[in-house]
């Protein structure tokens, strides 16, 4: 116990201090690539920025996102990005300032997946948006200030749209910033969907290396810069790095009542998850398991083709008893598997007794996105260490969604997605004060309907 | 030669029986003028030859007038609708609902292009809804009955749907009901991708066209270049839209068209097929014919700052996306929020969008509410404390106009200046359809068009009085 005890801090500091590296998921088997994904902010502040407005959030516990605190912190603010954090900040005379003295700031939460909130049917997300969507406020009380939106996908090859919709009040210009940065695809792949998608890896290889000999090549062209053979551009961008391969089981992609229900043979089962993880090794990158059932058996595995994972801790399905290996789902994989060093995020329930992963009046609260901290409890509830558990919610789920350059983190350079809480992050009686989006406040609980008349 | 003589007579007779020579006065009123000089409090309105002649506390009418004593009641202006569907969805002229001799022949001999008209709307902007307009219809005489004496209707679709046309309420044949055929031009954006791209691509070619017409006069070679960009044509010529070309730059109010009100669809009927309409319609056009789109010569018109133009955007979230569209794209624009919504952004929060715009607003007179709340926001009233000038969107039916006064009193007792809600739906309206130096206010010189309440318009307890257009009093339908 008297040994017990520093060895476990011991290690907890060495995970962060590993988690803080940054680079550690992508590069157990391969050296980092230098295009995609590799900086973990989008601009390095800039001494010369033009700020036209200063806000500085003062006096906070600090939860940067990694999970880390800085106590009594500073954030300063210029127009829509995170200048400086810390202390002993200089704040400028015109700023704006919101005393948080005994409040915990956090980072705004990402959500690796919402529908009906803000963005329409379209195939075009930013064509259809509507700023002005009720639910956006209904969002940013639980917290949410960014979600991944994705539209088609989810085929034998990696395809669909994507983008990273801030919940920017009012603003359309500002809602979307960050655009294809995931593509999807589904398991299991029978031999000649398999066979197929070998092909088109081959074909972008050949042409990857057509392009190195031209780029080495001293008297080249541009015009005969080598072109991409047809139908593997989203393969390609997944091959380079630049966008995020999620892959899920069937075509629910293990959610829906289908999913909660479905025996592990049915939904996204070791096999299924071996295969995905085929993928990533036939790819060259690591994937994102899209809740899977099973990877808990194989978190090895998972880690080392550099993989992450969307889990849904509350997901039940019963172990298969003409098995003798293990089988279902399990409380612990979210413990496991960051064990294991795979990066989590978590998703809810979807279908069957409500909401599932949008916000809205009509759901059962607890299976719908207004309190997404609860998800991220019950990962804890199974095993995962409680003092990074804001992760799940905001550092590794901007990993998942492929926009860690612009939020998931207090840090200097990205957007700044804040909220300003009156408790812990992940406690069920904590309720989001006001929250920031793009440097603007968005939500303020006071004035906002759904939850001014709780006064403690 | 006797019949005719006597049939001349006769339409003396009737006129004068019908027009009251004598001038009329209304005397002791509360005059609302709608102009900055207020109101007088007890005044004469005096009516001549169909003109507001004089008006004033001191006016005194002339001996023989037929005088009207309004002690307690008060004269406005008469309503001006200007953005009315009044009498469109039964126009048996309508030309699309004519038997198509074509139909049924599937696979056999041309078929007529019919462009799709998708959810994202397309662009027949030089359509002209007064040919849809059928003029023996009750609703317009109706609506004037409960004070509308200026109409306006417009075509209403996705995209650019078309030409507004400015009716006279009381015309009886087409002539004399349409007054202008080319009152504004609508656009109704639609919020999707393909909604979007038609406004630029639309706009795009409109620019094109302009920058032709400003180059220097060269009248054979402009006339190939059009012809390309403009993809459209060839679906276009089956439709009757020809006649607006050559209505257009005359501008007249096609006198010709009502004595042969039947007739005219009949010829623009047959030539569907499309392959034979284009030979026979462009010698019947005789002039050299540059094979201009005219869908975007009117949208060259729009950006010209020729043609006043109606956009029907109902909430903020329609004007971002428009800003995001075209958002370079200016000209005077009319924002129509006939639909507001209050889970799409209520007009109030995007008065820093209205102002980019240099928008003037047509809005629904109403209170709105905020979502998830019992909470009842004055938008009219934070307009115009905002110093935006506002018009209101008029109902299209009888009934719903005499609901009208209700809604300006549930905006007025909630905040709204009373003479800023009177405005509203008189002078404002007719500024913004240009007809202000005829209608719209109560000042020497202009038509009477005027109402007579027996007290204050907006008190539920006083009713309309009297209605006159251009000085005649309409009978009020005695059942009602």
């Given amino acids: 116990m008297n040994l017990a005890l520093p060895i476990g801090v011991a290690l907890a500091v060495a995970t962060i201090t590993a988690d803080l590296s940054a680079q550690r998921f992508q590069g157990r088997r391969r050296p980092p690539r230098e295009e995609g994904g590799a900086a973990p902010v989008a601009d390095a502040p800039k001494a010369e920025r033009k700020v036209s407005s200063w806000t500085a959030i003062t006096g906070g516990d600090v939860h940067i996102g990694d999970g880390n605190v800085l106590r009594g912190a500073t954030i300063l603010i210029g127009d829509d990005r995170i200048e400086k954090v810390g202390h002993d900040i200089e704040i400028p005379e015109k700023a704006t300032r919101i005393d948080a003295a005994g409040k915990v700031v956090a980072p705004g939460f990402c959500v690796v997946r919402m529908q009906g909130v803000a963005a329409g049917g379209g195939s075009e997300v930013r064509d259809d948006l509507n700023p002005f969507d009720p639910s956006i406020k209904m969002a940013l009380a639980a917290g949410i200030t960014s979600f991944l939106w994705q539209s088609g996908g989810g085929s034998n090859t990696p395809a669909g749209k994507s983008a990273i919709v801030k919940l920017a009040w009012g603003d359309l210009p500002s809602m979307v910033k960050e655009e294809n940065t995931v593509v999807s695809m589904r398991v299991p792949l029978d031999a000649s969907s398999m066979a197929n998608l070998r092909k088109l890896v081959r074909q972008a290889r050949d042409h990857l290396d057509k392009v190195r000999e031209f780029e080495g090549k001293a008297d080249a062209k541009p015009e005969d810069r080598p072109k991409p053979p047809q139908g593997v551009d989203d393969l390609l961008a997944v091959m380079q790095g630049r966008k995020k391969l999620w892959i899920s089981a069937g075509s629910g992609g293990g959610g829906g009542f289908g999913g909660m229900m479905a025996r592990p043979s049915g939904g996204f089962a070791q096999k299924e998850v071996r295969q995905a993880l085929e993928v990533a090794e036939l790819v060259g990158q690591g994937v994102v398991l899209d809740v899977p059932v099973e990877a808990w058996v194989v978190p090895d595995e998972v880690a080392a083709t550099g993989s992450m994972a969307i889990v849904m801790p509350r997901l039940v399905v019963s172990s298969d008893p003409g098995r003798p290996d293990d089988t279902g789902s399990n409380i612990a994989q979210a413990a496991i598997l960051d064990a294991a060093g795979v990066p989590i995020s978590v998703t809810v329930p979807t279908g069957g007794y409500g909401g599932g992963a949008t916000v809205g009046t009509g759901g059962i609260l607890g299976r719908d996105l207004h309190t997404p901290f609860v998800d991220a409890a019950f990962a804890v509830r199974g095993g995962y260490p409680s003092r990074k558990a804001l992760r799940i919610l905001t550092l590794d789920a901007a990993r998942i969604s492929g926009a860690e350059r612009r939020v998931g983190s207090i840090e200097a350079g990205k957007d700044a997605d804040i909220l300003i809480l009156d408790g812990d992050p992940l406690n069920y009686k904590t309720f989001v004060q006001s929250a920031l989006v793009n440097g603007k406040v968005v939500y303020r609980k006071d004035e906002e309907p759904f939850y001014r008349h709780i006064q403690r | ?480």
């Avoid at chain 2, 002690?71 to 953005?83: D, E, I, K, L, R």
């Avoid at chain 2, 200026?150 to 078309?162: M, Q, Y």
């Avoid at chain 2, 499309?274 to 540059?290: E, F, I, L, M, S």
């Fill in chain 2, 1 to 480: 030669m006797q019949t005719t003589t006597s049939f001349a007579v006769l339409l003396t007779a009737l006129a004068v029986t019908a027009q009251d020579q004598r001038p009329t006065a209304l005397v002791n009123a509360r005059i609302l003028t709608m102009t900055d000089g207020g109101s007088i409090e007890r005044g004469t309105v005096l009516i001549r030859d169909g003109k507001i002649e004089a008006l004033g506390p001191d006016v005194r009418p002339p001996l023989g007038a037929r005088v009207i004593d309004v002690a307690g009641g008060t004269v406005m202006p008469g309503y001006v609708h200007a953005w009315s569907g009044a009498g469109l969805s039964a126009a048996p002229r309508a030309p699309q609902e004519a038997p198509d001799p074509t139909r049924g022949r599937r696979g056999r001999g041309p078929r007529p292009e019919v462009t799709p008209q998708p959810s994202s709307g397309g662009n027949s902007a030089s359509k002209r809804v007064a040919d849809g307009v059928y003029e023996r219809q009750d609703v317009f005489a109706d609506l004037l009955r409960e004070g509308v004496t200026s109409l306006s209707v417009r075509p209403l679709a996705p995209g650019f749907p078309g030409l507004a046309a400015r009716l006279e309420p009381d015309g009886t044949t087409h002539g004399d009901l349409v007054v202008d055929p080319e009152s504004y031009v609508v656009v109704a954006p639609a919020t999707n991708t393909a909604g979007k791209k038609l406004l630029k691509d639309e706009f795009d070619k409109a620019k094109k066209a302009l920058e032709e017409r400003k180059k220097p006069p060269e009248p054979q070679k402009p006339a190939g270049t059009e012809g390309q960009p403009a993809a459209t044509p060839d679906a276009k010529p089956a439709e009757p839209q020809k006649p607006a070309e050559g209505g257009k730059p005359a501008e007249e109010p096609k006198p010709q068209e009502p004595p042969k009100p039947q007739e005219p669809p009949k010829p623009q009927e047959q030539p569907k097929p499309a392959t034979d309409a284009k030979p026979a319609a462009a010698p019947a056009q005789a002039q050299p014919a540059p094979k201009k789109d005219p869908n975007v010569e009117v949208l060259a018109d729009v950006l010209d700052g020729k043609r006043k133009t109606f956009v029907r955007m109902s909430t903020v979230m329609e004007m971002q996306h428009w800003l995001d569209a075209v958002g370079e794209t200016r000209f005077p624009m009319v924002v129509v929020a006939d639909a507001p919504d209050s889970r799409r952004g209520r007009l109030d929060e995007g008065i820093a969008e209205l102002k980019k715009l240099g928008a003037t607003v047509l809005l629904a007179p109403r209170l709105l509410d905020l979502p998830f709340s019992r909470t009842l926001v004055n938008v009219p009233q934070r307009l115009h404390e905002a110093g935006i000038a506002l018009g209101f969107v008029l109902p299209d039916d009888p009934a719903g106009i005499r609901d009208l006064r209700f809604r300006l009193m549930e905006l007025v007792r909630s905040g709204l200046p009373a003479d800023a809600a009177l405005r509203a739906v008189t002078a404002v309206p007719a500024k913004l359809l240009g007809i202000d130096d005829k209608t719209g206010s109560i000042v020497a010189g202009l038509r009477a068009d005027l109402l007579v309440f027996d007290g204050d318009p907006l008190d539920p307890s006083a009713s309309l009085r009297h209605v006159f257009l251009r000085g005649r009093e309409i009978t009020k339908d005695p059942t009602r």
